[in-house]
Nanobody, 123 residues
Framework: QVQLVESGPGLVKPSQTLSLTCTVSTVDITTAFHYWAWFRQPPGKGLEWIGSVLPSGSTAYTPSLKNRVSVSRDDAKKTAYLEMNSLTPEDTAVYYC???????????????WGQGTQVTVSS
């Protein structure tokens, strides 16, 4: 069973930068050949894909967030990272990480999901 463990601050002030990490907690998976993705779900809204990072380190982002977000990975640590700047209360959401072996599938129906971490943007 693959487990993804997310961590980050639960509360962030407006205009600050959010930093989240997601680590694979099992030794049964080598993530170097996997694709990572980040999603979020604001209260009362649907799930939104934020961005993905490929095994090569290349990245892709949803257009509405690409100017504020950065995703990266460290395969030695089996960890992916999300940074989002210039936060507003509209960025309040549960944030999820995900992993899959397929680039398309990781954006649509990833095989492995983190448990989600609540991020609230408020002063």
């Amino acid at each position: 069973q693959v487990q993804l463990v997310e961590s980050g601050p639960g509360l962030v002030k407006p205009s600050q930068t959010l930093s989240l990490t997601c680590t694979v907690s099992t030794v049964d998976i080598t993530t170097a050949f996997h694709y990572w993705a980040w999603f979020r779900q604001p209260p009362g809204k649907g799930l939104e894909w934020i961005g993905s990072v490929l095994p090569s380190g290349s990245t892709a982002y949803t257009p509405s967030l690409k100017n504020r977000v950065s995703v990266s990975r460290d395969d030695a640590k089996k960890t992916a990272y999300l940074e989002m700047n210039s936060l507003t209360p509209e960025d309040t959401a549960v944030y999820y990480c995900a992993v899959d072996k397929n680039y398309v599938k990781v954006r649509q129906d990833p095989e492995y999901w983190g448990q989600g971490t609540q991020v609230t943007v408020s002063s």
